[in-house]
């Protein structure tokens, strides 16, 4: 197993901490995974969560990156973030709450 810490990517928490008349701002989180050094099985252990910001725009649907995740050099959690989001405003709705989740 190589030593890495890794990002989930599968399961991304999504959830509004503002709005205004025109946007509406989320947090994206997501666990941060490293190998557990006791588990004989090499499983992973979560060993914190990182977090990043996006904003958008309840007229056009346009999301802009306000701070990005660390660790997501591919920006792979917030473009899943932003495109549920992005599906959600389709349906003209803008939930408190709700996530990206794969598998």
């Avoid at 959830?15 to 205004?20: G, S």
């Amino acid at each position: 197993m190589e030593n890495k810490r890794h990002l989930d990517w599968m399961c991304i928490d999504i959830e509004k901490i503002a709005e205004t008349d025109t946007d509406a701002d989320y947090r994206f989180s997501c666990d941060v995974r490293e190998p557990d050094p006791e588990s004989r099985k090499n499983r992973w252990k979560i060993v914190g969560q990182n977090q990043g910001f996006f904003r958008i725009s309840k007229a056009t649907g346009e999301v802009t990156l306000i701070a990005a995740m660390p660790e997501d050099e591919d920006n792979r959690r917030y473009l899943r973030a932003a495109a549920r989001i992005i599906r959600h405003w389709q349906k003209q709705e803008l939930p408190d709450k709700t996530m990206f989740a794969c598998g």
